[in-house]
Structures are given as C-alpha cells and as structure tokens.
C-alpha cells in the first residue's frame, strides 16, 4: 500500500492543479509544494476498516478517496463534521463507453472475466456515478471503475465532470496518452478505470 502511494503521488504530481472545471459555485481546491490538493469540506461517508472517505466542499465537489496509513487516528472522524483535507488527485488510466465490451489487461483496461457484469449507470435522478472494484484488481482498493454519464468536458485540462444527486458533482483526470478521451462527448455513459485519490492529511475543524 506504501510502494503504490508513492507511486501515485508521483504520477499524479503533473495534473494536480487541474481537479474542477471553473464554475461560479465551485470551490477552487489550492495546490501546495508537497504536490498535493487541499479542500475543506463536510464528511458525507467514512469506512474505517477500509480507510475510505467522501468529502463534499463548495459547490457540491465530491472527492472519495482512500486515506493513507500515515494518517492516524481516524476513528474520531465524524459524518456531517468539517474537515480540512490534503490529496493527491484521482487519476483514470483507461476508459470505455460503457456500451463497448471490456477490454483486456494488455490493452489497458479490464480483463474478460468482467464482459459479462452489468455496467449501466443509472440516471443522474436516481443515485450517484457507480463504483466496483476491477475483476482481477488490488483488494486495497486504490484502482476502482467510476461509471457514469458526462455532465461537462474541459478539454484542454483532461477533465470530466459527472453530476450526481443534491447537486454533487464528481470531476476526474484522464491521464495524458489514455485512448478515447478526444472523441467523448457530453451525455456519454463511460467506464474510467481509477486511480483512487490519497488523503495525506486530515484537519478537523472542532470548536
């Protein structure tokens, strides 16, 4: 888990800067020396035993992430609590539409085994973009597949933006050489092979 987050932030470092698309309702996450992003925000879910968190800032932007081991003491995290984090970006390192049958290992995304699991993302009105766990992937859970339907592109910054429910929306890098991100269009329902994005700090914000 050390070796891959390492490995990470240093992929990440070069699009770290780029995590939302400008909105006059949308927080501006500040990038600092260490290569990371920082955002405060309120706690909408937590998994303790997995190290996961959600934390929704400004604007409905939604980062889930997982939280490094270098970080202690999260068990006194709260629901609904403000929170200060610091995180490396996430990163998708391959995508589909979600209607074209997954590809192997070789090609860059998902092996056969997963041809047959039912991919469709639900509408925005219904519930959130949908996360599973790669047949074949990492039981840390730091790779995850993000399907979804494109609410906004940013081009010249590789990004992708899906809308979720109460206004949340959830914005993700494609990394630099990843095919197919030139032909997406708004409305498509794509499948982003993930690389989760690290907390490296958390900051209560108690009285």
Do not use: C, H
């Not at 932007?61 to 996430?90: C, G, M, R, W, Y």
């Not at 609410?151 to 910054?157: C, G, T």
Request: charge should be negative; charged fraction near 25%; proline fraction near 4%.
């Amino acid at each position: 888990m050390q070796v891959l987050f390492a490995a990470v932030k240093g992929v990440l470092a070069v699009g770290v800067a780029m995590l939302f698309i400008g909105d006059a309702k949308a927080q501006v996450p500040i990038e600092d020396e260490s290569g990371t992003i920082t955002m405060t925000g309120t706690v909408e879910e937590i998994e303790v035993p997995e190290r996961l968190i959600t934390v929704i800032g400004l604007g409905g932007n939604t980062i889930a992430a997982v939280i490094s081991p270098d970080v202690k003491d999260i068990k006194e995290i709260k629901l609904k609590e403000t929170v200060t984090i610091q995180f490396t970006q996430e990163v998708a390192t391959a995508l589909r539409q979600s209607d074209e049958a997954p590809q192997t290992k070789e090609e860059g995304l998902v092996n056969e085994e997963e041809a047959g699991m039912d991919m469709n993302a639900p509408t925005v009105a219904e519930q959130d973009w949908v996360e599973s766990t790669p047949s074949g992937g990492e039981s840390d859970l730091t790779t995850i597949e993000v399907t979804d339907t494109i609410s906004a592109i940013n081009r010249q910054q590789r990004l992708v933006t899906f809308a979720g429910t109460g206004g949340k929306t959830r914005t993700i890098y494609i990394a630099p050489g990843v095919p197919g991100f030139d032909g997406l269009e708004v409305g498509d329902e794509v499948v982003l092979e993930v690389t989760r994005a690290v907390v490296v700090n958390i900051t209560l914000k108690r009285a």
